[in-house]
């Protein structure tokens, strides 16, 4: 990050105190108290996503966009990631099979999966859990 502002620095401190959760600005500005005004929120994380310190996510119903904080550790160009439909968290995977479905697409119906924009949707166990007590 070439140009550091304190209200910069508040978003990307509250962010990497939360990195396994998803936020839309709203969530930002609301959940961590912050006393930020949303067009700034909107400047800071285009620029953290265009710098690779947050993943955004723009879901296909028309919803706000959601961006979480990418530790330094974690590479996201190389795996997929699965996000839950009602706590939020996304979960990255390292997982054999799901190389091997990329490799079976990109073989067998020449299509070429782009991991980065990769993202599954459905329920973590926990959550899936509790609706199945639920029922």
Same mark, same amino acid.
């Given at each position: 990050?070439? +140009?550091?502002?304190?209200?910069? *620095? ?27 005004? *949303? ?27 959601? +961006? ?10 190389? !795996?997929? !990631? ?8 996304v979960f990255h995977t390292e997982c054999s099979v799901i190389d091997e479905m990329i490799r079976h697409v990109e073989n067998e119906h020449g299509f070429r999966v782009d991991a980065v924009h990769t993202t599954m949707y ?12 639920? *029922?």
């Amino acid at each position: 990050m070439k +140009y550091t502002t304190r209200q910069r *620095e508040t978003i990307l401190s509250y962010m990497r105190a939360n990195p396994d959760r998803c936020f839309t600005v709203r969530d930002i500005i609301a959940d961590g108290g912050l006393r930020v005004g *949303e067009a700034t929120v909107y400047r800071a994380l285009s620029r953290f996503a265009a710098d690779g310190i947050v993943k955004k996510y723009v879901l296909g119903d028309g919803g706000a966009a959601l +961006y979480q904080y990418v530790p330094e550790t974690r590479d996201c160009e190389s !795996h997929f !990631h699965l996000k839950c439909l009602s706590c939020g968290r996304v979960f990255h995977t390292e997982c054999s099979v799901i190389d091997e479905m990329i490799r079976h697409v990109e073989n067998e119906h020449g299509f070429r999966v782009d991991a980065v924009h990769t993202t599954m949707y459905g329920y973590c166990s926990e959550c899936g859990a509790a609706a199945r007590k639920s *029922e």
